[in-house]
């Protein structure tokens, strides 16, 4: 993983886990864990549905499919203790509104060093996901930073409806904040896994069409499970928290882990 031959396996110069994908105790005791799923496993799967050569129901499948992935990954431990720009930012985005709730936009904006005078909406909120999100880096920065986003245009939503005023956001409803943060996790789950799985489809299928609703049918498994998850969440809930968002993620990919 991280290079363009994701499937390649553990050859030289070529690991099968990325840096950081060993937990602490791991680390300490020398050793490694194995997958109970093989990365083969998924690859072969996966062009299977691509190819239209998976039997039984298509919506089983995929959710199958999901499962192994996370399986292969190492499990909810692995991905969430190598989720380093997932977290920080996840964190930064509810230290974002929970700062809102205690400070106020203004000064929340000017503690950014964000200068949002005669600036439009969506400059700010550009602006806002650069002060937020980490470095587009590693690709699991570019992943985190592509969720960030995904999570601010529900705060741009929200002040379309009300005029564009910026002041709007010193009075918005809690719920939006675990709408956003909710399409982060969803954004940011689904962003790892066409990191991963990308070159199947780029490999297996050449009708653009087919490829999208395969891709789409994956996606929507991914974000209606997430979207399960947050609403067993309390409705106020600080998400700036140090263990909040790796709870929040790591029951996401149980969940994931768990599909049949």
């Not at 998924?42 to 992935?69: A, C, E, F, M, P």
């Not at 962003?191 to 929507?220: C, H, P, W």
Request: some cysteine.
């Amino acid at each position: 993983m991280g290079t363009s031959t994701i499937y390649q396996g553990p050859v030289k110069n070529n690991p099968l886990l990325p840096d950081g994908y060993l937990n602490d105790q791991e680390i300490e005791s020398g050793g490694s864990v194995q997958p109970n799923v093989e990365w083969k496993t998924v690859k072969t799967n996966l062009s299977r549905i691509i190819n239209g050569t998976y039997s039984g129901d298509r919506k089983r499948n995929y959710g199958h499919v999901v499962g192994q992935y996370v399986k292969a990954a190492g499990g909810s431990t692995r991905l969430v203790h190598s989720a380093n720009s997932g977290v920080r930012s996840g964190r930064a985005l509810g230290g974002f509104f929970n700062n809102i709730s205690n400070y106020g936009i203004e000064n929340l904006l000017h503690n950014l060093q964000i200068e949002f005078e005669d600036k439009s909406a969506n400059e700010v909120i550009s602006l806002v996901v650069d002060a937020l999100a980490p470095q587009a880096v590693t690709k699991e920065d570019i992943v985190a930073r592509s969720a960030m986003m995904d999570a601010m245009s529900f705060v741009y939503e929200y002040m379309e409806r009300n005029n564009m005023d910026f002041d709007c956001l010193n009075n918005m409803p809690s719920e939006l904040s675990v709408k956003s943060m909710c399409a982060y996790i969803q954004s940011y789950i689904w962003g790892l896994m066409q990191r991963d799985l990308q070159s199947r489809f780029e490999k297996y299928e050449s009708d653009i069409v087919k490829a999208n609703t395969i891709r789409n049918d994956f996606k929507e498994i991914v974000y209606s499970t997430v979207d399960v998850e947050f609403k067993k969440l309390k409705e106020q809930i600080d998400f700036s928290s140090k263990n909040v968002i790796p709870k929040i993620m790591g029951d996401c990919f149980i969940a994931l882990e768990g599909l049949e």
